[in-house]
């Protein structure tokens, strides 16, 4: 099965505000094609943490023997721009799609969440084929990545089960297959930004994920 993950921004997007900062139609509205992300405290940045957990989790994938595309591979300039990520995942008619993130929310929030697609139908959004598997496949990723870092879901939004539903984002609006966001938690928390720097904490990240997306693509077959 085809598998795309996204790892969120991309760490040389800060040398090229001029391309970021333009805007693309997201169906619902336009937004900036991508942003620089966020830092823990001490400057580790959301997208080498993104691009490290990606890398990762695709190594592992390809060794069950799915086809993995990453968005970028640390081998682009800049971007790719959210609706490009989009389109990756369509031209690829991927299985699952999961976009890697890490929120930069106030120091006393913790906790991950997973960003489920809304019903949107406006403009080039069109998600009412894939509100259904994207929450399968959202559920069975909050499980697995809970399972593998013990990290609890947010506590400063969704309910308890770490689902959100967003009509905000355009890599979810765009999509013509299952996908969702995983915010793996707060950079600017002390204490997971202890576990985001660790590369043996990473690598656990990584597993919780390839679970989750496994057990998707196992029920859906």
């Known amino acids: 099965m085809t598998v795309v993950i996204d790892p969120g921004h991309n760490p040389k997007n800060k040398n090229h505000p001029d391309k970021i900062n333009q805007t693309v139609d997201i169906g619902t509205n336009e937004k900036a094609c991508d942003t620089t992300g966020t830092a823990t405290n001490s400057g580790y940045p959301e997208a080498e943490f993104t691009l490290d957990i990606a890398q990762r989790a695709s190594k592992q994938l390809r060794a069950r023997g799915a086809t993995v595309k990453l968005t970028q591979d640390g081998d682009r300039a800049w971007g790719p721009c959210i609706d490009e990520r989009a389109l990756i995942g369509n031209k690829a008619e991927a299985d699952a799609v999961v976009s890697i993130h890490a929120d930069g929310s106030t120091q006393g929030n913790q906790g991950f969440h997973v960003i489920l697609p809304a019903s949107v139908h406006e403009g080039k959004a069109d998600t009412s084929a894939i509100t259904g598997p994207s929450r399968r496949l959202g559920e069975a990723l909050a499980d697995g990545y809970h399972a593998a870092t013990d990290v609890p879901t947010a506590n400063y939004l969704g309910d308890s089960d770490g689902l959100v539903t967003r009509d905000d984002l355009g890599g979810l609006n765009l999509s ?16 997971e930004a202890a576990r985001f720097t660790d590369p043996q904490w990473r690598a656990r990240a990584a597993d919780g994920i390839v679970r989750g997306i496994t057990d998707f693509l196992a029920g859906e077959r």
């Open 176 to 191: 013509k297959v299952p996908k969702v966001f995983l915010e793996c938690g707060n950079m600017r928390n002390p204490r």
